[in-house]
């Protein structure tokens, strides 16, 4: 089949990767849609850019001219932190993001790519008491389910945590609405400043979280669209995870080592909404189906590709 591809929220972090990496391999720019909210301009020489919310009606007028079939969906909050102080936010931007799927149902789109998120679950199951942002992933998740169909087929990538840079300094993450782990530990110890670190006090354990570079998270995207008639079924779901788990202490102790400076260190009890430990076991092993091999699957090389980003822009 041949694709004509959109992304939602292609002026983001994931979004500009993989626009970019798509720009590199076909000398074309694809079609992107992003309302600024979170993107970033710098991001735009990637892509051909339609400056719009995901929920706008035209959006269907910019589909049906550029005869898209597949979108990837990215654009959306990302913070578990930050739907818990703000529910209001997170709740207006799921009814969005809905709105946006009832519209596109409208049109000639035949695969629609959800990113979800491995916040969903504890311990390999499904976590009972959910943040807003994870609860909305979940909801959006099922919703499709009800959708999809042999003309609406559905993929939902649960993404771990995504970091890294480009290593060359040229594109990266850059957020000034909240508070992302790497980016946060480097400023504190540049400025030798105190980090905090969430900490359960009850079961004396740090969380740990499963971490992934920016730029495989958008080859696996882009993989997934090269290979959709590997995909026979109307709704799945993958479970995208690199080799191992690392606490947050973990993700800091390896920046600071990497900086050579020595952290400050300030522990907080951890909000019973955010997981302690994921430990996701998936049979659907997705990087087998599209025949995909991690570039990065070390933490250290991960933290590494930031330094020359981070400095340009800190």
Known sequence: MKFNLLITGGLGYIG????????????????VVDNLSRGNLFAKKYSSNNILDISNNNLKKIIEKKKINTIIHLASFTCVRESIRKKNKYLKNF????????NIKKTNVKYFIFSSSLSVFEKNKFKKNLSPYSMYKLKIEKYL??????NFKVII???PN??????QGELGEKNEFISRIVPIF????LKMK?????YDYNKKIYPYRNYMHVNDIANINLKVVENLDKFKNNYQIFNIKNKKEYSNFEVLDSLSKIMKKKPLIDLKQINNKESINQVINSKNDILRI??????YKDLKKILQTNLKWFKKIY
Do not use: M, V
Request: no cysteine.
């Open 157 to 159: 990538l649960r993404y």
């Open 290 to 295: 599209i025949k995909y091999s991690l570039k």
């Open 186 to 189: 480097y400023k504190n110890l």
């Open 194 to 198: 105190k980090n905090i670190l969430y």
């Open 16 to 31: 500009s990767f993989t626009a970019k990496n798509y720009l590199k391999k076909t000398r074309k720019k694809l079609t």
């Open 95 to 102: 009814k969005s993001q809905i709105k946006f799927i009832k």
């Open 162 to 167: 995504i970091i890294g840079s480009d290593p």
């Open 145 to 150: 389910e009800t959708l999809s169909s042999k």
